[in-house]
């Protein structure tokens, strides 16, 4: 099994502020994946990332994909209320079919 | 997660019953995938299937627990004598094809009593 940890596992922060989130690992992924998922629905697919050192931006999330392909980290800048939910990430072993492991995940809090 | 419909949304079952969860997939497509999720944790793969074909099920307890994906209807997994610790939330996914993004459905949330 390969292992994801993301940290912190809880954060509660006010309107405004900025924060990062993060998702380690032992173990290489040939590509990995962020989700957000609210209380009562299925994960949202946010953003793949596959090469090693890739940065990707989505309005004001930044998703930065380590060099060496083993963590990710998930910036968030000026947060909103409407951010509020759990933060997943999730890594593909290679294999040759979309075999995810997820990470235990990041439950965030926006405070209006 | 408009496209991949899960039923029952919620489904209640007595220690010793057995619990049918539904997955059915996006139009056009024909690979699924099964998760458990356990409250405060991420998901935990169960089995990966396409049609009449299961192609993983290394996630999937081995007794009591087993899924299919019929050439016609939704794949059901399929939960025999359910017991306290099965309660979870169960999702699924389903793909175009292989190494395409997984589409999540809404879950159904299991409760033994």
């Known amino acids: 099994t390969q292992l994801l940890e993301q940290s912190p596992q809880f954060l509660s922060i006010q309107e405004g502020e900025n924060l990062t989130v993060y998702c380690n690992s032992s173990s290489v992924f040939s590509s990995l994946q962020w989700y957000r998922q609210e209380p009562g629905e299925g994960p949202v697919l946010l953003v793949t990332v596959v090469t090693g050192g890739e940065v990707k931006k989505l309005k004001r999330l930044t998703f930065q994909f380590g060099d060496a392909r083993k963590d990710s980290s998930l910036h968030i800048t000026a947060a909103q209320p409407g951010d509020t939910g759990l933060y997943l990430c999730?890594?593909?072993?290679?294999?040759?079919?979309?075999?995810?492991?997820f990470g235990s995940g990041t439950k965030l809090n926006v405070k209006p | 997660n408009a496209g991949v419909m899960q039923n029952p949304r919620h489904l209640v079952r007595r220690r010793g019953q057995e619990a049918r969860l539904r997955c059915s997939p996006m139009?056009?497509?024909?690979?699924v995938y099964w998760y458990r999720q356990l409250p405060e944790e991420g998901l935990k793969f169960m089995v990966y299937?396409?049609?009449?074909?299961?192609?993983?099920e290394s996630g999937m307890p081995k007794e009591r627990f087993s899924a299919e994906f019929p050439k016609e209807g939704p794949s059901i997994l399929r939960i025999q004598q359910v017991v306290r610790g099965d309660s979870a939330a169960y999702f699924c996914a389903t793909t175009q094809g292989s190494n395409q993004p997984q589409h999540f459905g809404d879950g159904t949330r299991l409760s033994i009593l």
């Open positions: 139009k056009g497509h024909s690979h």
């Open positions: 999730a890594g593909d072993s290679g294999e040759n079919f979309n075999k995810f492991y």
């Open positions: 299937l396409q049609k009449e074909n299961i192609i993983d």
